[in-house]
């Protein structure tokens, strides 16, 4: 048979069928269902960040689901290998092995310095290499608060500044101000300490004094993440100077005639 030929409007005819086609596949493809989700690869390694005070011991822990006999690693902020797999390769004996199989390997590191806050890394040598980063915050524990400023008495009615200072903490420690169980507002400063990245804080505290307060307890605590609430404090007592308030006071109210009358005279002064 001679193949068919489209004539006139036959080709127009061809043409919108071609293009209604070609729209019905494009809906089909967007009403499929989306593909399912990618599964975890089983071959990452994860890791978790750690907090540590000075002087204490922080545990670094890495893990895979699966393994496929490769070689957990754990490196320092300055990416020196610390273990591969059970084998030490660097020489500092307050880093131990805690744990080594085939999914986990895991370090501790004992005495912790301040050198030692930083971000470290776990990676396992597959193709391609997979890592993991944990980073380890050091606490700068800060030292006992000392307070200056009550070398002297304090005459009545005068002012007296006193300074707070508490020495290596990080982050800055807070220090606050008491009168017994009443909190004071006070001026704080903190400075940085650009050796070892810890910090110098410092609060002042202006008292004006009356003779109520002679051998009232001025108290400064430090509070900080690394501290138990109330670990570290120190207090001190204001000595106030004041002069006689003389009081007359009589025996008996009521005296009666012939009698011996009685009277006293009552002052209280400091010094006495």
Not at 17 to 39: G, R
Request: hydrophobic share 35%.
């Amino acid at each position: 048979l001679p193949p068919l030929r489209a004539h006139g409007g036959g080709g127009q005819l061809i043409c919108v069928l071609v293009f209604l086609l070609l729209f019905l596949c494009l809906v089909i493809i967007d009403l499929s269902p989306p593909p399912p989700l990618t599964e975890e690869d089983p071959l990452q390694p994860t890791t978790s960040d750690e907090t540590v005070s000075v002087g204490g011991t922080v545990t670094l822990t890495c893990h895979v689901p699966e393994s496929d006999n490769s070689s957990l690693q754990w490196s320092n902020t300055a990416q020196q290998t610390l273990y591969f797999g059970e084998k030490r390769a660097l020489r500092d004996n307050r880093i131990q092995l805690n744990r080594s199989t085939a999914t986990e390997l895991s370090i501790t590191i004992g005495d912790v310095q301040m050198s030692d806050d930083g971000e470290y890394t776990c990676s396992i040598f597959t193709m391609p290499v997979r890592t993991a980063k944990a980073m380890v915050t050091v606490l700068g524990v800060p030292g006992k608060p000392h307070i200056r400023g009550f070398e002297n008495a304090v005459p009545e009615g005068g002012k007296v500044t006193l300074t707070c200072t508490s020495t290596g903490s990080k982050p800055p420690a807070q220090l606050h101000w008491y009168r017994g169980d009443q909190e004071l507002e006070g001026r704080p400063v903190v400075k940085l300490l650009a050796d070892d990245s810890t910090y110098n804080v410092s609060s002042e505290l202006t008292l004006e004094v009356s003779r109520d307060d002679d051998n009232a307890l001025i108290a400064c605590a430090v509070d900080h993440p690394s501290l138990a609430p109330g670990d570290k404090r120190s207090e001190h007592a204001v000595r106030v100077l004041y002069s006689p308030n003389p009081q007359i006071v009589p025996e008996s109210d009521l005296p009666r005639e012939g009698e011996k009358f009685h009277l006293k005279c009552l002052g209280n002064a400091n010094p006495e």
